[in-house]
């Protein structure tokens, strides 16, 4: 039972550099999204993808690019990392957008920018 | 647009007490409410969901919360604390926007038990 899996779990990146965070889910389902957490802040939406080859923002897309070519892989991609995106990032996957469906969660990735 | 506000960030209770935590939520459609927990350096994963069949919904570990439309809230309760229960928890509606539903989280209560 794997579930959603992402890589890696821990990151330290420089301001500048670029680095893609891996989400996987073996449950077949259409929906996914990101999301980061902040302290105080909650989780913010910043992409999600109803399906393959289907994308589009949330509440906090600035920085970040996704990109959806299997129904199971969704990674999000940091094309320049800024202080600001130190957080802790989650991928979900939902069966179907539906307004009842429980999303399931990865482990999330700790990144760090310095 | 839906959304949820949670009273108070952190709360303190002892081991065997009641457990209250507060949600309010703002929608102009009948709302599907959640709320999910996140132990220490995990994911989140859902403890109980509203999605209108009935007003009080039971969850998992004992936890329950109860629909109450005239009070735009979704409280979530246990009767009796458990130092397992240490945990930040989270209140969230689904909302639609551009062609789909989204979870929209609210800020967290980090429950704290204290022996």
């Known amino acids: 039972n794997a579930g959603v899996t992402q890589t890696p779990k821990f990151q330290v990146l420089k301001t500048g550099q670029s680095m893609t965070l891996q989400c996987a889910q073996d449950m077949n389902h259409e929906y996914m999204s990101w999301y980061r957490q902040d302290p105080g802040m909650g989780l913010r939406l910043i992409h999600y993808?109803?399906?393959?080859?289907?994308?589009d923002q949330g509440e906090v897309p600035n920085g970040y690019n996704v990109s959806r070519s299997t129904t199971e892989d969704f990674p999000l991609r940091l094309l320049s990392a800024a202080p600001s995106q130190t957080s802790v990032y989650f991928c979900?996957?939902?069966?179907?957008?539906?307004?009842?469906?429980?999303?399931?969660f990865g482990q999330g990735t700790r990144l760090t920018v310095v | 647009a839906q959304s949820v506000t949670q009273l108070g960030s952190h709360v303190s209770v002892s081991e065997g007490a009641l457990v209250l935590l507060r949600c309010n939520y703002s929608?102009?459609?009948?709302?599907?409410l959640f709320w999910y927990v996140q132990y220490p350096n995990q994911g989140l994963q859902l403890l109980l969901k509203?999605?209108?069949?009935?007003?009080l919904v039971k969850g998992i570990n004992g936890f329950e919360a109860e629909f109450k439309k005239s009070e735009t809230s979704f409280h979530l309760t246990k009767p009796s604390a458990h130092m397992s229960d240490a945990a930040e928890y989270f209140c969230a509606v689904t909302s639609f926007g551009a062609g789909s539903y989204q979870l929209t989280f609210g800020k967290g209560t980090k429950l704290s038990v204290i022996p």
């Open positions: 929608s102009s459609v009948p709302p599907y």
């Open positions: 979900a996957s939902t069966l179907q957008g539906q307004a009842n469906s429980e999303a399931f």
């Open positions: 993808s109803v399906g393959a080859g289907i994308t």
């Open positions: 509203y999605t209108s069949a009935a007003t």
